[in-house]
């Protein structure tokens, strides 16, 4: 489970780290670095500002969109919504009656045969039927459609809406660090106090130069990491398969998993955030 920073307030531990192994080495690059490679190979400061600009923007709409959410119960039916997400889904998340609350019977009860055969179960927590590949994620305590796993680092679901941001960011970080690390790197390694480099008497300031070396090293184990997880799910995508099919060896059914988890389309937004909710009598 994440460790909230300031409760409350949408911050987690994981998310702050991943921000700061971001920040930090490019602030760093950008401030000292910057003027020797312009003029050394002008290339290198043009490719990093895109790559930083494609690594935030990324990483803010990995974070902030909504991953697939299918409404609660309480919401849908506060939402009247009911024939919306009938329309768009397909058919009915609120079943067939009214839930007794027993898990027992609200498995067999509330999901029609047909639906039980294609895969279709019901959530407990949510009270509504959910699609196959969807799954409730017990940290944002919602059912996600093609639900892929929560990530603490983006602080947000990856699902079905916003899985191609998540892979946007995690290309665009590992391209960024690629060009970001090394270049810092070797600036520091070559950086002089004749001027010669970025005219920043770093060789003066021992433990600066020092911090940002051990900072970069560590940004650098970071983004080794990192490029782990880009390989893992460029695997999972060759195999049409999410994090949790993968972990839990789920087996595949017939037209369900065929459906690919990359170029998939996203699918419209299954709840509004703004609706008037309607005031219980």
Same mark, same amino acid.
């Given at each position: 489970e994440e460790c909230p920073v300031l409760p409350g307030r949408g911050w987690a531990w994981a998310n702050c780290c991943n921000w700061s192994c971001i920040?930090?080495?490019?602030?760093? !690059?950008?401030?000292?670095?910057?003027?020797?490679?312009?003029?050394? !190979?002008?290339?290198?400061p043009v490719a990093a500002v895109i790559l930083f600009i494609?690594?935030?923007?990324?990483?803010?709409?990995?974070?902030?969109?909504?991953? #697939?959410?299918i409404p609660r119960r309480n919401v849908i039916l506060a939402t009247d919504s009911a024939a919306y997400?009938?329309?768009?889904? #397909?058919?009915?998340?609120?079943?067939? #009656?009214?839930?007794? &609350?027993?898990?027992?019977?609200?498995?067999?009860?509330?999901?029609?045969?047909?639906?039980?055969?294609?895969?279709?179960v019901w959530c407990h927590t949510c009270e509504i039927i959910r699609p196959p590949?969807?799954? &409730?994620?017990?940290?944002?305590?919602?059912?996600?459609?093609?639900?892929?796993? &929560?990530?603490? !680092?983006?602080?947000?679901?990856?699902?079905?809406?916003?899985?191609?941001?998540?892979?946007?960011?995690?290309?665009?970080?590992?391209?960024?660090?690629?060009?970001?690390?090394?270049?810092?790197g070797w600036f520091f390694l070559n950086a002089t106090t004749d001027g010669s480099s970025s005219g920043t008497s770093l060789d003066s300031l021992p433990v600066v130069r020092g911090a940002a070396i051990a900072l970069a090293g560590l940004a650098a184990l970071a983004a080794c990491l990192l490029g782990g997880l880009w390989l893992y799910h460029l695997f999972l995508i060759s195999q049409g398969k999410t994090t949790k099919e993968h972990l839990k060896g789920r087996k595949p059914m017939d037209g369900i998993s065929d459906e690919p988890t990359l170029c998939a389309p996203r699918g419209p937004q299954l709840f509004d955030q703004f609706a008037l909710v309607a005031r219980p009598p």
């Open positions: 920040l930090a080495p490019s602030l760093l !690059f950008f401030t000292f670095a910057v003027p020797y490679w312009w003029r050394e !190979f002008t290339i290198v494609s690594t935030v923007t990324f990483l803010l709409l990995a974070c902030c969109s909504d991953p #697939g959410i997400l009938t329309e768009v889904l #397909g058919y009915n998340p609120l079943g067939q #009656g009214n839930p007794v &609350h027993k898990r027992g019977v609200d498995c067999e009860r509330m999901v029609p045969v047909e639906l039980a055969r294609k895969g279709y590949r969807a799954s &409730h994620c017990a940290e944002c305590d919602n059912c996600v459609l093609r639900f892929d796993h &929560h990530c603490p !680092f983006v602080n947000n679901c990856v699902g079905q809406r916003n899985y191609h941001f998540f892979i946007g960011f995690t290309t665009s970080v590992c391209c960024l660090a690629i060009v970001v690390l090394p270049s810092l």
